[in-house]
T-cell receptor, first 118, second 114 residues
């Protein structure tokens, strides 16, 4: 049962244009969401996160949007650069459950391979 | 460089064998997480340790075990290896135990079971 879904395995965009990476989730208990970027032969690196009390979080060229009613989030990269070419993982957690002593694990999607063409 | 180190980088072994993967967290981080990434799969959470104690458990097989030592490094032991255990194994660390803490990932250990 995949609770975090990244249905598009790949995306190709032109340098300078916007990249939009989508992620859907099924577990309504998720209240914290993160995006990680991964280059080949390296571990994932944290990019940006958003709490469920917000619907948008921005950090430089990266903006994450959260639509709780649709259980959908997206990562926007503007403008896209060739160095952004990587695999992007969406992850979610039910951080609120930490207060009850429940597991505080991250659930990851399968990732989207972004290619930015010069 | 995330500050998290993992050894070895590559490991080739045979079915039925046992291997140990090692992880050193970032200086000051008390939490260590282990993840498995199989072909075409996302990262699957295996287990978390916080300051030497098991904190959370994911889809970790009974053939797998882990521990965190007093110096906070961690080892993941995989035994009775099967072909399907071939994967990338990542270790991550964070300062505390909450998932709202940024997790810093190591470069991974690529395990190939023949």
């Amino acid at each position: 049962d995949q609770q975090v879904k990244q249905n598009s395995p790949s995306l190709s965009v032109q340098e300078g244009r916007i990249s939009i990476l989508n992620c859907d989730y099924t577990n309504s208990m998720f209240d914290y969401f993160l995006w990680y970027k991964k280059y080949p032969a390296e571990g994932p690196t944290f990019l940006i996160s958003i709490s469920s009390i917000k619907d948008k979080n921005e950090d430089g060229r990266f903006t994450v949007f959260l639509n709780k009613s649709a259980k959908h989030l997206s990562l926007h990269i503007v403008p896209s650069q060739p160095g952004d070419s990587a695999v992007y993982f969406c992850a979610a957690s039910a951080a609120g459950l930490v207060l009850t002593g429940a597991n505080s694990k991250l659930t990851f999607g399968k990732g989207i391979t972004l290619s930015v063409r010069p | 460089d995330s500050g998290v180190t993992q050894t070895p980088k590559h490991l080739i072994t045979a079915t039925g064998q046992r291997v140990t993967l090692r992880c050193s967290p970032r200086s000051g981080d008390l939490s260590v997480y282990w993840y498995q990434q199989s072909l075409d799969q996302g990262l699957q959470f295996l287990i978390q340790y916080y300051n030497g104690e098991e904190r959370a458990k994911g889809n970790i097989l009974e053939r797998f075990s882990a521990q965190q030592f007093p110096d906070l490094h961690s080892e993941l032991n995989l035994s009775s290896l099967e072909l399907g255990d071939s994967a990338l194994y990542f270790c991550a660390s964070s300062v505390a135990a909450s998932t709202q803490e940024t997790q810093y990932f190591g470069p991974g250990t690529r395990l190939l079971v023949l």
